[in-house]
């Protein structure tokens, strides 16, 4: 917001994070971030507080707050959102518009916008699709904008406000939808709902694969030249994690139930269940090529991230794949670009190391479970031979190129790949 030019204010009650970001230092890694922070600070249209208060003034005030599955079940957490709309209602005037960007239940807007209201302010749900690693690009750059408002007069002056804060991607065409809030809400969820049943489609592929002796890549590439089925989030591997797909497609399913309509979002229970067979089939590829046990083998784990060109831990299929691995017995090493201190702090008891090939050095079997350029691209089998004990090697994100591999002398293991 600051690099398209509006003057912004940054709040978090997170003293540690709010001294960092004033700094000009991104409490995680996301490329162009810190780039971007150092210049609008620099510029003095950006700035950072922990006191609410200074949100007053402001025209527009966006809430981005996490929305996490819940302790106790499966439904999203509203505590931080509830809790930042609490203390920002006092600082509101009329005619500011709070956008919400969190995900959050269908529902959720209208029942936060007769406090919002009351005030004189207007709320909008403005729902966030940004990518980790491609956050800065999708935020400048968004394949789509949507707005939900509420009826009449106010709602149409918000969108023609926020359509006003999104002037440059507007200006160049991207699709700007107003909505109405349950819309907007919906659209968020069912986009990753959507995501997340295309990467397990491909997976649940993956395992009729591995019974007939078929290529789940090649198949993904032939039914991906349809356009419309497309090839990209078809993908076949370990399946999807992060802080969004697998807590999003649960939340929408209890939502649903919620709603009286479980059943027509009952498909997402499977969905989930075929994400998470994909980490078990990993592990039962290394016990496999070690011969029926890992006990007391030296594992080698290539990435701990849940995607690369990010540091970003939270329910990442790689560092499952590394626990379970170590709950079996192996001594297992992980090594990531960018996200071991997230992963150390999260799993002490795994051996980190930073340094690639020091990490490959005396593996009995090596796993690639986040597909990093420095693993998918910069390793050559021939020099990883010289490093590790044995050549053995799962590729979790069939991102390697299985025949170059196996000429360099490995025993090579895909997912649903012969
Ligand atoms: C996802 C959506 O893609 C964004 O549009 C959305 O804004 C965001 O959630 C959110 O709700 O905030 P993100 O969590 O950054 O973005 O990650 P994705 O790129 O969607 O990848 C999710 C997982 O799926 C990763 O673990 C990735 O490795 C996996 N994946 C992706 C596959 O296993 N196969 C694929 O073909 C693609």
Redesign the pocket.
Known sequence: MAHIGHEVVGVDVDDEKIEMLARGDAPFFEPRLKELLQSGIESGKLRFTTDISEARGSVVHFVGVGTPQRADGYAADLTYVDAAFEALLPHLSPGDVVAGKS?VPVGTASRLEPAVSATGATLVWN?????????VQ?TIDPDRLVVGVPPGASGERAADVLRDVYHPPVATGTPFLVTDYATAELV?VA??AF??T??SF??AMAEIAEATGADVTQLADAIGHDVRIGR??????????????PK?IRAFAARAEELGRGESVAFLREIDAI?MR?RDRAVDLVVAALGGSVFKKNVTVLGAA???H?D?VRD???LDVAVRLRGLGAWVTVTDPEAIANAERLHPQLHFVAERDEALRGADATIVV??WDEYRRELSPQHASSLVATPIIVDG?NCLDASAWRAAGWTYYGMGRP
């Open positions: 995900t729902p966030e699709f940004l990518r980790e690693g491609w956050a999708d968020k986009a990753n995501l997340a295309k990467i491909i997976n990209r989030f078809l993908g076949a591997g370990i399946g999807f994690g992060g802080g969004c797909l999003d994400n994909r849940f995607k690369p990010s970003d990442s299929p790689a986040t597909e994100r």
